[in-house]
């Protein structure tokens, strides 16, 4: 087994690059279902009835694996939002 010293400014300077790296591999890794707050959020908006309006109309794709639990498809979120974009002049 080998041992290995450094400085401990360097191996503070190391471990935050660390961090960061796995912060910015964690962003970009996308999540596949969203739960109602984060819908809400991602749509900006903060009823909840209009949320089911949109999942009634078939607007926004869902799965519910409970009676209370309903789970949103992010790329059908991103797929709205995209759709109601308006182009600049």
Do not use: C
């Amino acid at each position: 087994m080998k041992i290995i010293m450094i400085d401990e400014e360097a191996f503070f300077e190391l471990f935050e690059r660390v961090i960061k790296h796995v912060e910015e591999n964690n962003a970009q890794q996308k999540k596949t279902w969203l739960t109602t707050p984060e819908t809400l959020k991602a749509l900006n908006i903060t009823s909840k009835t209009t949320l089911q309006k949109y999942r009634d109309e078939g607007k926004i794709r869902f799965t519910q694996i409970s009676r209370k639990v309903i789970l949103y498809d992010a790329s059908s979120v991103e797929d709205f939002l995209q759709q109601h974009a308006q182009e600049t002049f």
